[in-house]
């Protein structure tokens, strides 16, 4: 869009090539080696993105002069016309680079301000995450802990094993607060725990299986992205049943994706179950949006025996 504005107006308002294909093919070249060599060196030098605007203009201050004289160069030698940016004199030259600078200038500032939005959001999703968790955590804490005085008099090693669990499950959920990222083995730490915790309180109500292949220990993800999706699939889908269900968590690669499944034994779609519009599902749409924009997805569909829960997301070692 910007390299046809530019051929457009100098074709207009006139240069040395009056023809607008033969602008655009300079317009276009030079606008294309401007992006390579400032969006390259950006990717490389800030992966996370720029914080402040000033190392963008250097940047782009330094990749001008080359790529409109590797840029013209290019497009003379497509279009077979002989190659000679001085002929045009010192004053169209400075011209034409402070034309590139700003063309430059300006594609960078778009992204850049873009990519401040995006982590914008990104903060705003991890805060009505920790939100969410907040008004989540006492509820649970509560019932565990009148369900673990209710066991010490009656089955004290049941709940010496529910203490244990309760004490996995806060030490994890702490750890996990503190950073962008953590691991699978984590994530299914801290469900093996939050589950083992609710097998008690449900008795033979409750069964459940995680699935980690050895191979995807260390992948990387968004701390706490299952346990609500669970916690949302039990509460909607199993505890409504009198005679409850299974619930599995299962992960594997396709090809560079990471997969996740939450698979439910409940009353399936429009029955009560998974699919209901649980708070964890929206929060869980909203983050991954936020941190994977489309490259992420989430899927929810009827199966045999219940709900399945899909969670696609790039996989990150």
């Known amino acids: 869009m910007l390299s046809t504005g530019i051929a457009v107006a100098l074709t207009a308002f006139g240069s040395r090539h009056n023809d607008f294909g033969e602008n655009m093919v300079y317009s276009l070249c030079i606008g294309l080696l401007t992006y390579a060599m400032i969006d390259l060196p950006r990717r490389a030098l800030w992966p996370q993105g720029a914080q402040s605007i000033a190392p963008m203009i250097g940047l782009v201050l330094l990749a001008a002069p080359f790529a409109w004289f590797g840029g013209t160069f290019v497009a003379s030698l497509l279009m077979g016309i002989p190659w000679g940016p001085t002929s045009l004199g010192l004053n169209a030259v400075l011209g034409f680079l402070a034309l590139t600078a700003g063309a430059g200038f300006a594609a960078s500032y778009y992204f850049w301000s873009r990519e ?15 939100l969410l968790q907040a008004q989540i955590e006492p509820h649970f804490l509560f019932n565990t802990l009148a369900n673990l005085q209710a066991l010490i008099d009656v089955d004290p090693k049941r709940a010496q094993h529910m203490l244990r669990n309760l004490d996995g499950y806060l030490r994890a959920t702490l750890a996990t607060t503190r950073n962008d990222r953590d691991t699978l083995a984590g994530e299914f730490a801290l469900l093996e725990s939050y589950l083992e915790i609710l097998a008690i309180r449900m008795g033979s109500r409750l069964a459940f299986e995680l699935d980690l292949p050895q191979g995807l220990s260390n992948a990387r993800l968004p701390p706490m992205l299952l346990q609500p999706l669970v916690e949302n699939t039990i509460r909607h889908g199993l505890e409504p049943k009198v005679e409850g269900g299974k619930v599995s968590v299962t992960a594997r690669e ?29 929060h869980a749409k909203e983050r991954l949006a936020a941190v994977y924009a489309d490259a992420a997805s989430m899927e929810i569909a009827d199966s045999p025996g219940g709900v399945r829960i899909t969670l696609r997301l790039p996989l990150e070692k």
């Not at 401040?116 to 920790?130: V, Y």
């Not at 009353?267 to 998974?274: C, V, Y």
């Open 116 to 130: 401040q939005l995006m982590a914008s959001e990104r903060g705003a999703a991890e805060a009505r995450l920790k």
């Open 254 to 282: 396709e090809g560079k994706r990471l997969v996740l499944v939450v698979q439910d034994s409940g009353s399936g779609l429009g029955k009560g179950s998974a699919g209901g519009t649980g708070v964890g599902l929206t």
